[in-house]
């Protein structure tokens, strides 16, 4: 066979890839850049807008890595820690107050952190990031304590025979003052790091956010909406009570 009629020299001008890459036994190419003035987390939210509106053909698409990607795994795992850290805390509370409905009473107060933690992250400018996140798992275990000093009191109160709204009224009048000092000793310790002193503290200055305003506004509602709750919880169990010994009967 002639040379010429198999060899085929190659065309001068025709563009190729000098390299290929590949991710997932697929070829990638990969467009990266650092972001500046803004979270990443906004970014990402502008870009998965604009790769909404391409119309890609079959085989092709966009896949999300870097920061991106690991705030959102990040916020799988944070989601997983909430839900855990609030089992256990009911399991407990269960436990030490031989009861299920009174520690839905103390469990209560959680929600009401949030309300801080969002305000006080638009006060200070801050995002929900991995660091606040954290600190609203701290959240969980600290907001609790107020609930837990009044219904404790309360508790021990009516199995002495008291009154429940006098039992209520003097809670709110002896566990004022050590619920005030203990969150009054939390807000002054994180602020420092709510400043964001030193090499690296504005990267963790949220979760001091997150952290003091869930404690002070968990602390002004606490003692408010805890006692009405267990009010109506206490209700619900008396009713329940009755209405058992009823059919027993």
Known sequence: MHRDSWYKPPQTGSLGAS??????LAR??????????????????????IQDNFDLPPGYS???????????ESAGYAMTAITLS??????VLGSQFNS????????????LSLIGVFLALFLFNSTLNLFSIIGIIMLMGLVTKNA????DFIKKAMDRGEDRFDAIIAAGKTRL????????????GMIPLALGLG???????????AVIGGVITSTLLTLVVVPVIFTYLDDLKNFMTRQIRKIMS
């Open 28 to 49: 990638e190419v990969l467009v990266e850049a650092n972001t500046a003035g803004r979270p990443a987390g906004d970014i990402g939210k502008d870009i998965k807008k």
């Open 177 to 188: 003052r050590p619920i005030l000092m203990t969150t009054s000793a939390m807000v002054m």
């Open 199 to 209: 090499e690296g503290g504005e990267q963790s200055a949220p979760m001091a956010h």
């Open 100 to 111: 299920f409905i009174h520690p839905a009473a103390i469990m209560a107060s959680l929600p």
């Open 19 to 24: 390299q290929i890459n590949r991710r997932d």
């Open 62 to 72: 966009f896949v999300t890595q870097g920061a991106n990607k690991d705030m959102a």
């Open 86 to 91: 609030i089992v256990f805390i009911y399991i």
């Open 148 to 151: 837990i000093l009044l219904i």
